[in-house]
């Protein structure tokens, strides 16, 4: 059974710090590795990191894929209240044959919190 | 350009009432799904359909029942409620990659 693990649960920073969030994964044919950010509704997608593209950047959001230690990390430089969320971990398997992707599993979230 | 819609956003039900959420995309994707979300648990799958005309239990499918309607919509279906069904529920869908569109939820309580 496909297992992710993201830790720290939940996490209170104040305006300005950087953090690091880690996920952790066990899965049967490994494809992709999915970050959410979730506000207030819908997880919004953030990056995808697979065996081809281990490392993302987008402004103050990077994200690696440390593939021998079946993790990632998301880090977030210059905090500010509106990165307040929770952040989600994904992974996404291919089936045997290559051709589709199975289900996304997903771990239970760190809780981000940003204090002005 | 819509994405996935969600309807209702908010609902309370009565033990044993039964009710159909709703869920629709406008982006022509192939793959739906069904989750439930409740604290510290992330994102459980209850049903999904890979492609119209099919559908799959997930993790969590006791309880529920789903409809391939057609390519655009995928209901969700609760027979018999119970407050352990109590929870935000989303709809996605997602095209040929794994990436996966969320809609916006609905917050359901059974009393």
């Known amino acids: 059974e496909d297992k992710v693990v993201q830790s720290p649960l939940s996490l209170v920073v104040h305006e300005g710090d950087t953090v690091t969030l880690n996920c952790s994964y066990e899965?049967?044919?490994?494809?992709?590795l999915l970050w959410y950010k979730q506000e207030k509704k819908a997880p919004t997608f953030l990056f995808m990191l697979t065996s081809s593209g281990i490392e993302k950047k987008s402004g103050r959001l990077s994200s690696i894929l440390d593939k021998k230690e079946l993790s990632s990390i998301l880090n977030i430089t210059a905090t500010q209240t509106g990165d307040s969320a929770i952040y989600l971990c994904a992974v996404a398997p291919i089936n045997a044959g290559g051709t589709s992707y199975g289900k996304l599993t997903f771990g239970q979230g760190t809780i981000l919190t940003v204090h002005p | 350009n819509a994405g996935v819609t969600q309807t209702p956003k908010f609902q309370v039900l009565k033990t044993g009432q039964s009710m159909t959420l709703q869920c629709a995309q406008d982006m022509n994707h192939n793959s739906m799904y069904w989750y439930r979300q409740d604290p510290g648990m992330g994102l459980r799958l209850i049903y999904y359909?890979?492609?119209?005309?099919?559908?799959d239990k997930g993790e969590v499918p006791n309880g529920y029942n789903v409809s391939r309607l057609n390519k655009r919509e995928f209901s969700l279906r609760l027979e018999s409620a119970a407050p352990s069904q109590t929870s935000v529920y989303f709809c996605?869908?997602?095209?040929?990659?794994?990436?996966?569109?969320f809609g916006p939820g609905t917050r359901l309580t059974v009393t």
């Open positions: 359909s890979a492609s119209e005309g099919t559908t």
């Open positions: 899965v049967t044919n490994f494809r992709s």
């Open positions: 996605a869908s997602r095209d040929r990659g794994p990436e996966q569109y």
